[in-house]
């Protein structure tokens, strides 16, 4: 009977153990593609082409050495800075504060505040509380109990409260990658493409590698602006 039930719990840790490793989440982001490539489009010779400042910044090197990989794997080829290579591929990178979500025990409310100070609501709502205040004042407290068993008049003894609990705030920012090829002879720009993702961490290298398999999945994509969906494996 022991081993019938330790075997059982083996089992069963076992097979959470396999559900947990085997979910996924996913990475969106919105892709905007402008695509020129040439009909006879065939020499795939490139060099990245990086300011002083660029070269000097971490992200920008991260993501040089991300579209490196993505590019060779596109069946693109890097020559070296002495030698002449057909096209080149310049990048951008940009992170800007996006909406700001208020998370209240009465609702959600989101909005975006414009460079001028407005506040601007895009999304959720913000309702009142249902019930009468004045069963909340401390003469009120006997009749309090049968619906607020963590009532306290004092503002110290609120925090068990979920009705007083505090807004959180919520920060997003607008990640975004830029990548443009161009030809070397004419100076044409003949695929720009450009992958956008918002999130809450203010910092954009852990999007880098993201925003690269975003913007050179299915290359060359035809020009226009898709979700595009990464499954991530935990």
Request: aromatic fraction near 12%; glycine fraction near 6%.
């Amino acid at each position: 009977m022991k081993s019938l039930i330790k075997t059982s719990l083996m089992a069963g840790l076992v097979l959470a153990t396999s559900l947990l490793t085997g979910c996924a989440s996913t990475y969106s982001s919105h892709v905007s593609t402008v695509n020129q490539l040439p009909a006879n489009f065939t020499e795939k010779s490139y060099q990245i082409e990086l300011s002083k400042e660029q070269t000097e910044t971490p992200e920008f090197m991260i993501a040089a050495d991300d579209v490196r990989a993505r590019l060779g794997e596109l069946g693109f080829s890097e020559v070296k800075a002495d030698a002449k290579a057909a096209l080149k591929v310049a990048l951008g990178l940009q992170t800007r504060p996006s909406d700001t979500e208020i998370i209240a025990p009465y609702g959600t409310m989101r909005f975006v505040t414009t460079p001028y100070g407005t506040i601007i609501p895009v999304g959720g709502m913000m309702t009142s509380r249902l019930y009468s205040p004045y069963l909340r004042m401390p003469y009120g407290r006997f009749y309090s109990r049968w619906y607020d068993p963590f009532y306290s008049p004092f503002y110290f003894g609120r925090h068990f409260d979920p009705f007083y609990s505090p807004y959180a705030v919520r920060q997003y920012y607008t990640h975004e990658l830029q990548l443009a090829i161009v030809e070397t002879t004419s100076g044409k720009s003949i695929y720009q493409v450009s992958a956008r993702a918002e999130k809450t961490d203010p910092e954009i290298e852990q999007q880098i590698p993201f925003l690269v398999e975003s913007a050179l999945r299915g290359f060359p994509s035809k020009t226009g602006k898709e979700w595009v969906v990464l499954k991530l494996e935990k």
